[in-house]
């Protein structure tokens, strides 16, 4: 059987890797790209016949590993999309909500290039495009292994990176004797709040295994939760906001826990956090729905609709969004996107990046090239939705909230397999897959590789 890596190697984003056997083809992710010239890079025809592609598995459900699955499928794709019945849900939020985003950017840069007498595109794929995604979908449970074809079986467990994700174990008889391959997905931290912590592996011939936080370790949760409180304390005796850009699945579902959870421990009072993110809130009531991927701390703690600990408001409409710029003080609000790429966060950053008395607290990864990293960073005035603006409010990176595992925690996964695999670092920027490829080699003395997009390996 041969691998081929197509995205998601040496960067972050656009995760997709293509296993070609003699009986069959699978894809594992089919992630979209986001960084620098993802417009183009999106829209690049796929190197295989979605046709021929038999089935296509998902380990969880970041834009980065299932935006590109509506055009799969718009240009032929027929198999099984086979995950967990969590990320199923989920999947099914972010892949409408990423047609409407494709719908309404497309619309609006047709209008400008209608001005300027250029060509007119089509959205990359529409919400009718995700419509015939659904249908496919197969929702499986953690840890029972599942017969995929002749020849090829199949078992997901917990990664504890969000609600549902999961590594994937693949075995497979190509000619003759059974393998074993392992696409680690993305790596949860130990105590990520909500879901129980990533499962180890004990045996594999081959592994894939993620890398963002491959040459560096994070602080710990608890010293990121103090440093939060002293934040939005100082923050409110300055009389400004706490502004929170946060991915709306993952990282605003554990910052809703983990504020609940300090109010009922007296650290925090009477704070009022504000959702403003539609998907954020769809998404929150796809968790409270799912309490059987809970650990037992947020099966007593994860409540939506109890309101004795924080106020949580959600701002489904424009309006209410806008209506909380005027809001000067003493709001904590938590919005999207988390590179502050997108979505209503701009707004906020706009009337509150110039204040003195606000802080924005980062809780997540920033891509180079984003807004996001130029604020972490240290930028002194930064272009927000047209304007230039000068950063004035303090500027927090929370590292401990990271949902993936840092370099110790990695190292850690790896160290619980019994036998030697042979190592495929994907899913980092190119620089941290190398450190990390050095930090393997040095512990381990496993064969490793760091693809290149398009490698092809037999396995
Ligand atoms: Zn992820």
Redesign the pocket.
């Known amino acids: 059987m041969k691998i081929q890596f197509l995205g998601g190697v040496r960067i972050v984003t656009g995760s997709c890797y293509f296993l070609k056997g003699r009986n069959f083809n699978i894809l594992i992710e089919c992630g979209m790209y986001q960084g620098a010239d993802a417009e183009a890079v999106n829209r690049r025809p796929f190197p295989f016949n979605p046709a021929e592609i038999d089935c296509l598995f998902l380990t969880?459900s970041?834009l980065?590993?299932i935006g590109l699955v509506p055009r799969l499928v718009k240009e032929g794709f027929k198999g099984g999309i086979i995950t967990t019945s969590a990320t199923a849900d989920i999947v099914e939020l972010i892949l409408y909500d990423s047609a409407n985003i494709q719908e309404s950017d497309t619309e609006w840069q047709n209008r400008k290039a209608l001005r300027m007498g250029l060509e007119l595109k089509e959205p990359l794929y529409l919400p009718s495009d995700v419509d015939r995604v659904l249908p496919l979908m197969q929702r499986k449970h953690y840890g029972k292994v599942e017969q995929l074809c002749e020849g090829v079986r199949y078992r997901f467990v917990n990664a504890g990176?969000?609600l549902g994700?999961s590594t994937l174990e693949l075995w497979y008889r190509d000619d003759g004797k059974e393998k074993k391959i392992v696409f680690s997905g993305?790596i949860g931290k130990k105590d990520n709040p909500i879901v129980n912590d990533p499962v180890f592996v004990e045996e594999t011939d081959y592994l894939t295994i993620e890398s963002t936080y491959g040459n560096r370790n994070h602080k710990s949760m608890e010293a990121s939760i103090d440093e939060l409180v002293d934040v939005i304390k100082s923050t409110f005796r300055r009389g400004g906001n706490v502004i929170i850009p946060s991915f709306a699945l993952?990282r605003t579902q554990d910052l809703l826990f983990i504020l609940n959870k300090l109010v009922k421990q007296d650290r925090l009072f009477r704070i009022n956090v504000y959702i403003d993110s539609p998907l954020g809130e769809r998404i929150t009531r796809v968790y409270a729905a799912h309490p059987e991927y809970f650990d037992e701390e947020a099966r007593q703690l994860f409540n939506i609709e109890s309101r004795d600990a924080i106020r949580i408001s959600f701002t489904r409409k424009v309006e209410d969004s806008m209506a909380l710029n005027r809001i000067r003080k003493e709001a904590i609000i938590i919005s999207s996107s988390g590179m502050c790429e997108g979505g209503r966060v701009r707004h906020h950053l706009k009337h509150n990046l110039w204040r003195r008395e606000s802080s924005i607290v980062f809780v997540g990864y920033q891509a180079e090239g984003t807004l996001g990293r130029q604020i972490v960073d240290g930028a002194k005035k930064v272009e927000v939705l047209g304007e230039d603006i000068v950063v004035r409010a303090s500027i927090h990176t929370l590292g401990g909230f990271s949902?993936h595992a840092d370099q110790t925690e990695l190292l850690d996964w790896i160290s619980q397999f019994k036998n030697r695999p042979e190592i495929f670092i994907v899913h980092g920027e190119e620089n941290v897959s190398l450190d990390f490829e050095a930090a393997v080699k040095e512990r381990f003395s496993y064969t490793t590789h760091v693809p290149h997009v398009g490698e092809e390996f037999d396995i």
């Open positions: 969880h970041h980065d590993h990176h969000i994700s993305d993952g949902a």
